[in-house]
């Protein structure tokens, strides 16, 4: 992974000393509340429900054993013994102290982490596939790609103060696994014509309160202009979004207002001006940062392994772990492993500090001493020998982290809702508690086979609802908490997004409803289908008769 | 009055804000004068007759406007109403990269120390800090960072660039 030179690290412990004078000047009243907000916003830190929360960037779901037995220990020491893995591929911590974060972000840069512009008006973290450098769909591998632009939105002092928060993600693989199509930005490694790799460009795309599915704004875009282009990008943006009404703030609603064309040939003029420019990325450069992410040094195997492939046969609870938890290998005789943090009774992305510790030494243990988050909110170990999926198996379980589940209905996506986050409308953690215990066979649940369930706690989306199978929005109603369900939303290189089914539910009617829709799905579903394939084929109205007709 | 920062110091400030005057009747007759881009556009002329004069932005006016007068003006002032409405950075990286303008670019308005980095990296020279902040605390915002990645006014070649051709990309604290 990337490693810090001086001026990275320069830089990182400047912001810390910057923000620790920030945080003493805001507590001895020299900063109002309103001119600290954006500024501990950039660093992380909201003031939530009952503390601060502090989101901690983990570049493009990267993370060390070592940087997260350092999570583990500010969990520890500054938090109640948790984190939270968010559906960006950061962490957050619920509890921790405003006093202390000074000295959190110093224990973090001690590590080459920070909570950079992991939120406010700003280019945030990069996202990117968690499987970069190891699935076997992708054109190249995008983490070079990622961290250039994590360097260049990095302080860019252009673009500290846009309109509204600004996300960009990079995926190079035939399967979008970075959700490119509903970023702000999203890049797409491309082909062209004769050869060359480069990037398709889509801008204005997003969940939250308008969900919008990106527009196509480049079909190719040479890779040595990516930073100019995206200079371009941000630049139409930041003089043209919206600052009159926060709700219309997003990218998606000025190329919306624009219309795609117009906006497109804003952005094309402004690149005619800053093409060939300093900003062009000479391949140095990328060679550079690429010489970070060289293969690990795997074993020359055979192919697959004999005595897996054994215990794959004769252990079915092995089996199940390894259809839904184990993703193929570009390497033979190699495995990914996702680490599910879907454990009935956990909320969805929780892990405790001695949990972290554990995994950190797994991930020493096991593979290359690297972890990765991925956007669903699970822990990924990219490489792990085969020959060692049945004892790692065996340490996952101890762990709690072996539900096999991965891809299925109890894999919820949820964000951490009512319980944590002060905008919230209504709890999710505990609407998918109760889905999970409602579901809790596991021949059940593999037969129902795959189905992605995204709750979010309010319009924001942070749990994506909108691309979901099944998506549940919570929702006020007069003071009380309800839940509105769609169907028919998908993530990934055809990433649609949901339809509302009808009126909204209280809470305790959502595990019958979920049941019903399910019902629905297995009566209905033809040979090989999934549950989104059946509700493309029969469309919304079959599934919502059912659910409304009993209990309304 | 504000205070001005300049030159890496706090300095007199002998221009005079204008923000309403929308006639030349508004505009004193002597003295150095800040006056708003309106006025400007209507009675050019008669203000570069009478010399030492500027304008200032609104953050949402295109620099395109006075690309061509840039040459008759000693300071262009853009206008800050929130600190938090970035438009202004993007309008001086213009007047400065695209338009070339040379003289003084002076951020007015919610002007405060903690963007003062950044500002400065977009090619503003001139900070009048809002009245009721101390000028003195606010200069050490200019050296919050020992630098960017991207590409900046006072530093067009990238990090990358610094990088490969060197030397520069080896700072060292207190420095
Ligand atoms: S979706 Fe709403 S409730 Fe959930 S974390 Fe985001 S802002 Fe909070």
């Known amino acids: ?552 | 009055m504000s205070q001005l920062i300049k030159h890496r110091g706090v300095v007199e400030d002998d221009w005079t804000l204008l923000r309403d005057a929308v006639s030349l009747a508004d505009v004193p007759a002597s003295g150095s004068v800040l006056v708003p881009v309106a006025l400007w556009l209507s009675a050019r002329d008669a203000l570069i007759a009478r010399g030492d004069v500027g304008l200032w932005l609104h953050p949402g006016d295109d620099p395109a406007i006075i690309a061509g007068d840039l040459a008759q003006l000693l300071v262009v002032a853009v206008d800050f109403p929130q600190f938090t409405d970035g438009r202004g950075y993007s309008t001086a990286r213009l007047l400065r990269d695209r338009y070339g303008f040379k003289g003084e670019l002076r951020a007015i308005g919610d002007v405060l120390r903690d963007q003062l980095y950044y500002l400065q990296q977009v090619g503003f020279d001139a900070f009048a800090i809002r009245v009721d902040r101390g000028a003195e605390g606010a200069l050490k915002g200019l050296d919050d960072f020992a630098g960017t990645y991207a590409p900046t006014v006072p530093e067009p070649r990238p990090r990358f660039r610094r990088r490969i051709e060197g030397p520069g990309d080896v700072w060292f604290p207190g420095a």
């Open chain 1, 1 to 552: 992974m990337y490693r810090y030179d001086s001026f990275d690290g320069a830089i990182v412990a400047q912001r810390v000393s910057q923000f620790r004078d920030q945080t003493r000047r805001f507590l001895a009243g020299e900063l109002t509340e309103d001119e600290f907000r954006p500024l501990r916003l950039q660093n992380g830190l909201y003031i939530q429900k009952y503390a601060p929360m502090l989101r901690v960037a983990a570049p493009y779901g990267l993370l060390s054993s070592r940087q997260l037995r350092t999570l583990a220990h500010i969990g520890r020491k500054y938090d109640r013994g948790y984190g939270h893995f968010t559906t960006r591929q950061n962490i957050q911590f619920n509890w921790p102290q405003l006093a202390d974060v000074p000295d959190i972000l110093a224990e973090l840069a001690e590590v080459e982490m920070h909570a950079i512009q992991t939120s406010g008006n700003c280019i945030r973290n990069v996202t990117s596939d968690h499987f970069a450098g190891v699935a076997g769909d992708e054109l190249i591998d995008p983490r070079p790609y990622a961290e250039l632009i994590r360097q260049w939105s990095t302080f860019h002092p252009e673009f500290a103060y846009l309109p509204r928060k600004f996300k960009i993600a990079v995926s190079a693989a035939t399967d979008d696994r970075a959700a490119t199509l509903v970023h702000d930005i999203g890049i797409q490694a491309v082909r062209d014509a004769g050869g060359d790799t480069g990037f398709r460009v889509l801008a204005g795309g997003g969940l939250g309160r308008t969900p919008i599915i990106g527009h196509v704004i480049r079909e190719f875009l040479p890779r040595a202009e990516v930073l100019n282009y995206l200079d371009a990008i941000l630049r139409v943006y930041n003089r043209f979004g919206r600052r009159d009404n926060k709700h219309k703030a997003r990218i998606k609603i000025l190329v919306k207002e624009l219309t795609p064309e117009v906006f497109t040939r804003e952005v094309e003029a402004e690149w005619a001006r800053l093409e060939g420019g300093p900003g062009t990325v000479p391949d140095a450069e990328i060679e550079r940062i690429a010489a970070f992410f060289v293969p690990p040094r795997y074993e020359r195997l055979p192919g697959d392994d004999a005595s897996f492939r054994a215990a794959v046969a004769d252990n079915r609870a092995f089996s199940n772990w390894v259809k839904r938890n184990v993703f193929p290998h570009k390497v033979p005789g190699y495995a990914a492993v996702t680490l599910s943090l879907k454990k009935t009774g956990v909320p969805p992305g929780d892990a405790t500090s001695d949990q972290m510790d554990a995994v950190a030494d797994l991930a020493d243990a096991y593979t290359f001493g690297e972890v990765r988050v991925s956007h669903e909110q699970n822990l990924i170990f990219a490489d792990v020998r085969q020959s060692a999926l049945l004892a790692l198996w065996g340490e996952l379980k101890d762990l709690g982290f072996a539900t096999p589940n991965i891809g299925l209905l109890t894999n919820i996506v949820c964000c951490p809702g009512g319980d944590f986050c002060s905008l919230a409308n209504a709890k999710s953690i505990p609407i998918a508690e109760a889905i999970q215990r409602r579901f809790d066979d596991l021949d059940y649940l593999h037969d129902i086979g795959e189905l992605d369930l995204n709750i979010s706690g309010c319009m924001n989306a942070c749990g994506h609802h909108h691309v979901g199978h099944i998506g549940i929005l919570g929702v006020d109603k007069n003071g009380a908490e309800w839940y509105q369900v769609s169907i028919g939303g998908t993530q990934g290189s055809a990433a649609a997004l949901g339809k509302v089914i009808g009126p909204s539910f209280a809470a305790n009617e959502m595990p019958d409803v979920i049941a019903r829709l399910i019902d629905v799905y297995i009566e209905r579903r033809h040979n090989d289908e999934r549950f989104i394939d059946t509700v493309q084929r029969l469309g919304v109205e079959a599934f919502k008769e059912r659910v409304y007709v009993s209990t309304h």
